[in-house]
């Protein structure tokens, strides 16, 4: 039986997290990508502790973007999330892509928040 796409993404993303974890050293960049929206968050494992976060419902973005569920608004997020680790002291973090496929909006993502300055 075919799986369907968010069985696909939940078992991948299962898949991913036996092997990516973050520490105080090097944090974990988390993805979410809904329909509509992306979310993206640094989190410390070892103390369950989320670091910084961005969205396209973030009030600082919200109001220049047109839709949340394009490249243009993935690679705002993209450079928010890196700014937002930078004024806290973090430039390296191990990047968790959510189970999704390394393309469209969470590549844009991705690539935003390396040219803002976040090394993974």
Do not use: W
């Amino acid at each position: 039986m075919k799986l369907t796409r968010k069985e696909s993404v939940h078992r991948r993303h299962r898949r991913i997290r036996r092997r990516v974890a973050g520490t105080a050293e090097r944090p974990r960049l988390a993805v979410f990508r809904s329909n509509q929206h992306i979310y993206a968050q640094i989190i410390d494992d070892n103390l369950q502790h989320t670091l910084a976060a961005a969205s396209t419902i973030d009030t600082a973005l919200k109001s220049d973007l047109k839709s949340g569920a394009t490249c243009a608004s993935s690679a705002e997020v993209g450079k928010l999330i890196a700014q937002r680790a930078i004024e806290k002291g973090i430039s390296k973090v191990v990047f968790d892509r959510g189970g999704n496929i390394y393309h469209g909006r969470v590549k844009s993502l991705a690539e935003a928040a390396r040219e803002a300055g976040l090394e993974f």
